[in-house]
């Protein structure tokens, strides 16, 4: 389709001449616009997308043509005056492949041609999303800290505790047996919980490998099944073309299990509960890379997903934060460590509530073995 008496006749392919020879056609200047941008055409039909978009709803440009605003963002275009610019700022809208995405859209009507509109979508979770990591380090770098000195004030005298209670069990009566056993549980209890904070003091370099991720996701399934979450269906949705990616194999284990547990915990004795383990590969995504020069390039996604009911609304902005938790036993260890995990492979961890019904998504990036 093509603008009605315009020179610029399907946007790409016939650019219109310019003045100045040498110069960038508007065609070329359309598609390389780091901003998302579309054309609408008065039956509310996409005639033209640049390679933002594509990027935006991982579609290419003839499969974004020819399809309206709400099939591909769940948002129609009907409540916009055709005639009258229209702005919704921290919208959320559902893109392709389940994902929901806050965004400013603004639309913007062509004076020479009723009814045709030019859509911007400015993304604002990108930034939200470095900016919590960046907040995230500090607490990571306190809980580093925190674990070192309970570490090494706290384990060596539990030791002795523990055996003391033991000696105590071999002397005292059949029936006082009782107590020096639950001595014994409740400082295996605590030394256990060091051992789980001596992981943020482990500053040593781990070296990075190709991974295949679907591997390693098998075997933390498979670990799932066997214990915490046999009564719970845990189902995969691949891309089988997805490249392996560049990561420590026994961390990624670990991070995958710990995100499946807490999937497990947060579904509980729910009827209907399940989990789902998605892979998918997001062109153009990157974040500056704590500490170095440049963007790190983290196009490997992975998702796990269950169907609890998510974490309370005033913990959200703090999941990953050393010793917050919402559950009553919890040490509110694990999800920081996850996020301890992905930061030292160079990647990104984010909570959301995202669909319909909304359901928990904890989303990896991940950078893909070429790049290293």
Same mark, same amino acid.
């Given at each position: 389709?093509? /603008?009605?008496? %315009?020179?610029?006749?399907?946007?790409?392919?016939?650019?219109?001449?310019? %003045?100045?020879?040498?110069?960038?056609?508007?065609?070329?200047?359309?598609?390389?616009?780091?901003?998302?941008?579309?054309?609408?055409?008065?039956?509310?039909?996409?005639?033209?997308?640049?390679?933002?978009?594509?990027?935006?709803?991982?579609?290419?440009?003839?499969?974004?043509?020819?399809? %309206?605003?709400?099939?591909?963002?769940?948002?129609?275009?009907?409540?916009?005056?055709?005639?009258?610019?229209?702005?919704?700022?921290? =919208?959320?809208?559902?893109?392709?492949?389940?994902?929901?995405?806050?965004?400013?859209?603004?639309?913007?009507?062509?004076?020479?041609?009723?009814?045709?509109?030019?859509?911007?979508?400015?993304?604002?979770?990108?930034?939200?999303?470095?900016?919590?990591?960046?907040?995230?380090?500090?607490?990571? /770098?306190?809980?580093?800290?925190?674990?070192?000195?309970?570490?090494?004030?706290?384990?060596?005298? +539990?030791?002795?505790?523990? *055996?003391?209670?033991?000696? /105590?069990?071999? %002397?005292?009566?059949?029936?006082?047996?009782?107590?020096?056993?639950?001595? #014994?549980?409740?400082?295996?209890?605590?030394?256990? =919980?060091?051992?789980?904070?001596?992981?943020?003091?482990?500053?040593?370099?781990? !070296?990075?490998?190709?991974?295949?991720?679907?591997?390693?996701?098998?075997?933390? #399934?498979?670990?799932? #099944?066997?214990?915490?979450?046999?009564?719970?269906?845990?189902?995969?949705?691949?891309?089988?073309?997805?490249?392996?990616?560049?990561?420590?194999?026994?961390?990624?284990?670990?991070?995958?299990?710990? +995100?499946?547990?807490?999937?497990?915990?947060?579904?509980?004795?729910?009827?209907?509960?399940?989990?789902?383990? #998605?892979?998918?590969?997001?062109?153009?995504?990157?974040?500056?890379?704590?500490?170095?020069?440049?963007?790190?390039?983290?196009?490997?996604?992975?998702?796990?997903?269950?169907? *609890?009911?998510?974490?309370?609304?005033? =913990?959200?902005?703090?999941?990953?934060?050393?010793?917050?938790?919402?559950?009553?036993?919890?040490?509110?260890?694990? +999800?920081?460590?996850?996020?301890?995990?992905?930061?030292?492979?160079?990647?990104?961890?984010?909570?959301?509530? !995202?669909?319909?019904?909304?359901?928990?998504?904890?989303?990896?990036?991940?950078?893909?073995?070429?790049?290293?």
């Amino acid at each position: 389709m093509a /603008l009605p008496g %315009s020179r610029l006749i399907r946007l790409g392919r016939r650019p219109a001449p310019s %003045s100045r020879p040498g110069s960038p056609a508007l065609a070329e200047l359309f598609a390389i616009l780091p901003t998302p941008m579309l054309v609408i055409d008065p039956d509310g039909l996409i005639t033209e997308a640049n390679v933002a978009s594509e990027t935006l709803l991982n579609l290419g440009r003839n499969a974004i043509i020819g399809r %309206s605003m709400e099939t591909l963002t769940g948002h129609p275009l009907t409540s916009m005056a055709k005639d009258s610019p229209f702005s919704a700022f921290d =919208l959320p809208i559902d893109l392709p492949g389940g994902r929901t995405q806050n965004v400013d859209m603004m639309a913007a009507p062509m004076p020479d041609h009723p009814g045709w509109r030019v859509v911007t979508i400015h993304v604002r979770s990108t930034t939200h999303l470095v900016g919590r990591r960046t907040e995230r380090e500090g607490g990571k /770098l306190t809980a580093v800290g925190a674990a070192a000195m309970l570490a090494h004030e706290i384990k060596n005298p +539990l030791s002795g505790i523990r *055996g003391a209670a033991q000696l /105590l069990d071999k %002397s005292v009566e059949p029936d006082a047996r009782d107590l020096t056993r639950l001595i #014994r549980d409740e400082v295996d209890r605590v030394a256990a =919980l060091i051992d789980r904070m001596e992981g943020f003091t482990d500053t040593r370099h781990i !070296e990075l490998e190709p991974q295949n991720i679907h591997a390693i996701l098998s075997h933390a #399934r498979e670990v799932a #099944r066997q214990g915490f979450a046999r009564a719970i269906p845990v189902r995969e949705a691949y891309d089988p073309s997805l490249p392996e990616v560049l990561g420590h194999r026994d961390s990624l284990v670990q991070i995958f299990i710990n +995100l499946l547990k807490n999937a497990a915990e947060a579904i509980g004795d729910r009827e209907d509960g399940q989990i789902l383990l #998605r892979t998918a590969y997001r062109h153009g995504v990157s974040f500056l890379k704590h500490g170095a020069d440049g963007k790190q390039a983290l196009p490997i996604e992975v998702c796990v997903i269950d169907n *609890g009911p998510g974490a309370p609304p005033e =913990l959200a902005e703090h999941l990953f934060d050393p010793f917050v938790t919402s559950k009553r036993t919890g040490s509110g260890l694990g +999800l920081a460590l996850v996020d301890k995990l992905v930061t030292d492979q160079g990647g990104v961890v984010e909570y959301a509530r !995202e669909g319909h019904p909304e359901m928990t998504v904890f989303r990896l990036l991940l950078p893909r073995a070429r790049d290293r």
